[in-house]
């Protein structure tokens, strides 16, 4: 028999049968559409997230305050307050770091005289727009003139433009923040969100302004770029903050250090762990549904070659030979399994595509996206499932006596 | 010399079930050859359906030969007997044995499937010609469910002819039909062998026996007569009724 006859015949067998056909599949259909969704899901959730790191570039770092454990050594003791100039102007000797920038960041109402709002105040050095990537608009960035001279000027991003001088041009524009009074000097290029916040919804101060309007004498964050290799950095960093904190932690036990040094690169392998984890237990569940429907389709296979016994007899009088109804009723199987298989996926591709017209609304940089891997594994895995479950029906089929099909009531 | 179509010398079978042997055929020595019209008669349980099954390769004999044109057929293995079955032979069963899910034209094409020489591009083309043989041309895209008894049966010799086989096995053709169906039928398996095919049929009746050339009686699993003498045959029937 040759390969279209078989396809042929297969079609004819389940189209005479088309209600259990569908009920029978409904197990492979709902294992590759939950594959095919998930993996969607996954894949979609993966571009937002790899959007939000790759806005600051794989080179870029962060050193957080650490808080030490409860009741820790003495030397993790110093918790929110361990970040300090001095330990940026240590940074900055190191070789393999560059762009050291620190942050205080401030917590106040801004207003405009008659727009009022909450955006995120940052008081920093002019390295943090480089190590963010951002870009001027019109006017000018902050400088060292400002620092040195703890000028009242801002640069602001577009979204606080927008919503404190709708409709104007910000650059000479007042904003009062924790009673003092802010020119703005430059306007930034959109830059979207990292890590979910927004980049363009800031107010960059001058650091020596904000570290005398909150009187803060530690830094919320410092900024900075590795020159080359991201691990050789973090130890550099890590080693240096670790001298200038006393702190003894040869093993590297990040509950020991009262900081936390974090890259790009690392929150992309952390984003990578995590699709990872869920990609396995997707594929864990569908498996379980390959399986539950791979018994079905055995069951309704079993009942098939009983029911078709005279049939099965007729063919072999005809001169089929017991490999051609061994394939004919694999084919079955495989068409079965198959046919779910590719329902599955374009199930899968419709709820994908309408969760991402959902999501698409509260969260912009949610995309439509597919794992194309998963959806080819999925679909061979359920033929693989046809061809496993179908082979013993398909077996006994092949072995039937002709003589005692035929007489079969 | 030329070979016979079909010869068996001290053919038996004996079919055993948890160890309880039961035979059914016992030496059965016969000759057939091309051309031949051949009922075999004999009642319930006489063995004569088993003999079919033999003679067509769907069953093999437990003693005895078996030579289908000088060939010993008791060491071919289970694909060789397929492929006879495909070109050689072929049956019409009293159960028509239609596929229900088939039109006419699927059901006369299916032995075309499994025959190894037949192109694929050739089937359609054989089929209609087997089906206009029959005179159901104008039946070929029905179903068999739309069938009468009659047309099935013709549409299973249409089957059966398809293949252009050695010989033609009917195992009580008319057995599920009305006599004016019966006797078409019976017509359309004359018109076979006189068109030069081997055509063996299995009854029980000897009215549709008589149809044939030469008839074999079977009973016991033994051949108890063999002639062409039919009203000697017929005598004998009438004998064993009483």
């Known amino acids: ?194 890590f979910f916040t927004n980049l363009d919804e800031r107010v960059y101060l001058p650091l020596s302004v904000a570290k005398s309007m909150t009187g803060q004498n530690y830094l919320s964050v410092i900024s900075f770029r590795h020159t080359g290799d991201a691990e050789l950095s973090m130890a550099d960093v890590k080693a240096l903050l670790r001298q200038r904190h006393r702190i003894q932690n040869p093993a590297d036990d990040a509950d020991l250090d009262d900081f936390i040094v974090r890259s790009s690169d690392q929150a992309r392998e952390l984003f ?89 609304i509260v969260l912009p940089e949610y995309g439509f996206a597919l794992n194309g891997v998963a959806i080819v594994v999925a679909i061979v895995m359920a033929a693989f499932t046809g061809l496993l479950f179908g082979i013993e029906p398909a077996r006994r089929a092949s072995r039937l006596n002709p003589v005692e099909a035929l007489r079969y009531e | 010399m030329k070979d016979h179509l079909i010869q068996t010398r001290a053919l038996s079978k004996s079919y055993s079930n948890e160890g309880v042997v039961t035979p059914v055929l016992h030496g059965i020595d016969l000759v057939i050859d091309d051309g031949e019209f051949v009922a075999i008669m004999g009642p319930s349980g006489s063995g004569k359906s088993t003999l079919m099954h033999i003679l067509g ?52 094409m299916l032995p075309l499937l499994y025959h190894p020489t037949i192109p694929p591009n050739e089937r359609e083309q054989r089929a209609k010609k087997a089906i206009d043989r029959l005179g159901l041309t104008e039946r070929s895209s029905y179903f068999s469910s739309q069938l009468s008894g009659g047309q099935k049966q013709r549409v299973a010799i249409a089957r059966a002819l398809v293949t252009e086989p050695d010989l033609i096995f009917a195992d009580e053709p008319t057995g599920n039909l009305d006599s004016a169906s019966g006797n078409a039928v019976m017509k359309a398996l004359q018109e076979l062998n006189d068109a030069g095919h081997t055509v063996i049929l299995v009854t029980h009746e000897l009215t549709t026996a008589q149809h044939s050339k030469r008839i074999i009686r079977i009973r016991d699993g033994r051949i108890e007569d063999d002639a062409t003498d039919f009203q000697r045959i017929a005598a004998g029937s009438r004998e064993n009724l009483k």
């Open chain 1, 272 to 360: 990578g762990t995590v699709s990872f984890g869920l990609t396995a237990f997707i594929t864990l569940i569908a498996a379980i549904s390959l399986v539950v429907g791979g018994i079905g389709i055995m069951n309704i296979m079993l009942v098939t070659v009983t029911e078709r016994t005279r049939e099965i007899g007729l063919r072999k009088a005809l001169g089929a030979t017991p490999s051609d109804i061994l394939l004919q009723f694999l084919a079955e199987a495989v068409a079965l399994t198959l046919t779910g298989g590719c329902i599955g996926v374009v199930l899968g591709i419709v709820f994908a595509a309408l969760i991402s017209l959902g999501v698409g």
């Open chain 1, 1 to 194: 028999m040759r390969t279209s006859d078989l396809l042929h015949s297969a079609v004819v067998a389940l189209s005479a049968n088309r209600a259990r056909a569908a009920l029978t599949m409904l197990g492979i259909v709902i294992g590759v559409a939950s594959v095919t969704l998930m993996t969607g899901i996954g894949a979609s959730m993966e571009g937002v997230i790899l959007g939000q790191v790759s806005v600051l570039g794989p080179d870029s770092m962060v050193i957080f305050l650490g808080k030490g454990p409860e009741g820790g050594t003495p030397q993790a003791r110093s918790g929110f307050d361990s970040l300090t100039f001095e330990d940026v102007e240590a940074l900055q000797k190191l070789t393999t770091v560059t762009g050291v920038a620190p942050v205080i960041l401030i917590t106040s109402k801004v207003s405009s005289g008659r727009e009022e709002g909450e955006p995120q105040v940052i008081g920093t050095t002019p390295l943090y727009f480089s190590d963010l990537k951002l870009t001027l608009a019109r006017g000018r960035l902050l400088d060292d003139t400002d620092l040195a001279g703890a000028k009242n000027v801002a640069v602001i991003g577009p979204d606080v433009a927008a919503d404190f001088f709708p409709g104007g041009d910000p650059l000479g524009r007042k904003l009062q923040i924790m009673g003092r009074s802010f020119t703005v000097v430059g306007l930034l290029e959109a830059a979207g969100s990292a």
């Open chain 2, 57 to 108: 390769f769907l069953d093999a004999p437990t003693g005895g030969e078996y030579l289908f044109r000088g060939s010993h057929t008791s060491s071919m293995d289970e694909d060789t007997l397929a492929k006879l079955r495909a070109q050689r032979v072929s049956f019409v069963f009293q159960a028509f044995n239609l596929l229900p899910r088939a039109t006419v034209l699927q059901n006369v």
